[in-house]
């Protein structure tokens, strides 16, 4: 078992950055993946990131590639996501989500446990 705990959401005006924070419960944080999805009102939930077990592998949707990156601590039980050049579109609750398995990183039934959201708004 696993929990997590996304932090760090807020009002932003677009152009603006925030740091997102996912803190995992559990000695064995290393061994899972994690991923970073969005849900806006009236949408289903997509994909925004997601990182390897050990931090070297990366994946991103296309809306966000080259402003958002995603990184982990495992010394802190802690993922990140760093987003710039925030834009409206990036409205939505986000998501922190982990799997032990390290396959189809983008899909939402890869993931295991999932955390309670925080809400990123930014303003037009």
């Known amino acids: 078992q696993v929990q997590v705990v996304e932090s760090g959401g807020g009002l932003v005006q677009a152009g603006d950055s925030l740091r997102l924070s996912c803190a995992a419960s559990?000695?064995?944080?290393?061994?899972?993946?994690m991923g970073w999805f969005r849900q806006a009102p009236g949408n289903e939930r997509e994909f925004v990131a997601a990182?390897?077990?050990?931090?070297?592998?990366?994946y991103y949707a296309d809306s966000v590639k080259g402003r958002f990156t995603i990184s982990r601590d495992n010394a802190k039980n802690t993922v990140y996501l760093q987003m710039n050049s925030l834009k409206p579109e990036d409205t939505a609750v986000y998501y922190c989500?982990?799997?032990?398995?390290?396959?189809?990183?983008?899909?939402?039934?890869?993931?295991?446990?999932w955390g309670q959201g925080t809400q990123v708004t930014v303003s037009s």
């Open positions: 989500a982990a799997t032990m398995r390290g396959l189809r990183l983008s899909e939402t039934y890869e993931y295991d446990y």
């Open positions: 559990g000695r064995t944080f290393s061994n899972y993946a």
């Open positions: 990182i390897g077990y050990s931090g070297v592998s990366t």
